[in-house]
Structures are given as structure tokens and as C-alpha cells.
């Protein structure tokens, strides 16, 4: 069935250094590819996201390039701060899927050191 | 500013019990979410909804129903809830038929013993 691969399950990195998040999805339909972040006790915020025909995007320190021929799309973070502390979720969606709802990665816990 | 309201975050039932809980929208968003978050195994949908009255199965619905009678609110119902139900429970609202970014609530957390 459809699925989303996400890698790394965790991340450490020291402050100002760079972090990036893959993922691969199987359904080769899918054109929605949005990624969320989760900071502890708080609700998922989606934080960027890119659609099938563009690929990649770019919002400050965070970009989101896409492959479609390989099906995979990564987050990219620069000068990582520790506020940058949180659980990422990478997504996909399929145009058959009814209402917008999406498939969820299973998540990347990032730790940023100062 | 956008608010998806859960009525509980905190609840302890036990085995058994029938279990309501409720989200409310203030965007009036068509679709409507209940996805289920555990450590490691990211956000898995239960139901959703694109109307009112109109429900369909996610990926794990087995154990749990929803309600949306009204286009603000949609409920997650578990008849007899089980100890593997134990979990945090977010609720997520989202405008129109296009994918678009989804809002969530705060989550609640049903511990069952």
C-alpha cells in the first residue's frame, strides 16, 4: 500500500551546523509534499511544503527540494538554532485520496546543541 | 487567528468505558481529521470527513466510529475502549478539495486502564 519513508528516526546536530530530513514515498501520483513541526507538547505546524510541479523551495533557513523520478523530497535546515529543536514530519498525498488527508512519515526528533 | 479547539487534554478511562472525544473549528474548514500520534510511529488517520454527515475510514478506524453533524465539530467515539487505545489523539481541520495545510488541536491525551 501507499507509504511514506522518513530517515533519520533521530538527529543531533551542533548549533549553525546544517540538518536534513529524507523521504521517500511509493505512490507515484502523489503531488503534495508538505513538511511539519511538532515542539514538544505542542500541535504539528506545518512549516513549508512544495506540490509536484516545482522542485524545490526555499523560506529562510529551510528549503524542501523534491525528486520525482527518484520519488523521494528532503528538508533542508542552514544555521540550525536551538529553537529548531522539534519533531519533523515529512507528507505525502495522492490525488485519490478523498478530503486532502495526507500520509505521515513516522518522524525525525532533531536536537539542536548549542 | 485560525483555532481547532479540543474539548480534553487529559483523560483516564478504563477498559470498557465508552470514550467521546470532541473537536470544534472555528474556520469553517469542509474537511475535518482524527489522527492518532504514538512514539515512533508518527500521525495514522482514523477517520475524516468532507461534509457534514459524511464520514470515511483512514487507515486505523477499526475500534473507534466519528461524528459531524454540524460543520464545526467532529467527534471521535471509542464504544469500549481498550488499553491499546492508550495514546494522544489530534484532531486537524483543512479548507476545500485541494491538498492545503492542515490545522491542528492541541491533541488529547486518553490514557486507559
Known amino acids: 500500500g501507499e507509504n511514506v519513508e522518513q530517515h533519520p528516526s533521530t538527529l543531533s546536530v551542533q548549533e549553525g551546523d546544517s540538518a536534513v530530513i529524507k523521504c521517500t514515498y511509493s505512490?507515484?501520483?502523489?503531488?503534495?509534499f508538505p513538511w511539519y513541526k511538532q515542539e514538544l507538547g505542542k500541535r504539528p505546524q506545518l512549516i513549508i511544503d512544495?506540490?509536484?510541479?516545482?522542485g524545490e523551495k526555499k523560506d529562510q533557513r529551510i528549503a524542501v527540494t523534491l525528486n520525482k523520478t527518484a520519488k523521494h523530497f528532503s528538508l533542508h535546515i542552514t544555521e540550525t538554532q536551538p529553537e529548531d529543536s522539534a519533531v519533523y514530519f515529512c507528507?505525502?498525498?495522492?490525488?485519490?485520496?478523498?478530503?486532502?488527508?495526507?500520509?505521515f512519515g513516522k518522524g525525525t526528533k532533531l536536537s539542536v546543541k548549542p | 487567528d485560525v483555532k481547532v479547539t479540543q474539548s480534553s487534554r487529559y483523560l483516564v478511562k478504563r477498559t470498557g468505558e465508552k470514550v467521546f472525544l470532541e473537536c470544534v473549528q472555528d474556520?469553517?474548514?469542509?474537511?475535518m481529521f482524527w489522527y492518532r500520534q504514538d512514539p515512533g510511529l508518527g500521525l495514522r488517520l482514523i477517520y475524516f470527513s468532507y461534509d457534514v454527515k459524511m464520514k470515511e475510514k483512514g487507515d486505523i478506524p477499526e475500534g473507534y466510529s466519528v461524528s459531524r453533524e454540524k460543520k464545526e465539530r467532529f467527534s471521535l467515539i471509542l464504544e469500549s475502549a481498550s488499553t491499546n487505545q492508550t495514546s494522544m489523539y489530534l484532531c486537524?481541520?483543512?479548507?476545500?478539495?485541494?491538498?492545503?495545510?492542515?490545522?491542528f488541536g492541541e491533541g488529547s491525551r486518553l490514557t486507559v486502564l
Open positions: 507528507a505525502c498525498k495522492s490525488p485519490w485520496r478523498k478530503g486532502g488527508n495526507l500520509i
Open positions: 486537524a481541520s483543512s479548507p476545500g478539495l485541494v491538498a492545503r495545510e492542515l490545522f
Open positions: 512544495i506540490r509536484s510541479n516545482v
Open positions: 505512490d507515484s501520483a502523489s503531488n503534495y
Open positions: 474556520m469553517d474548514h469542509e474537511n
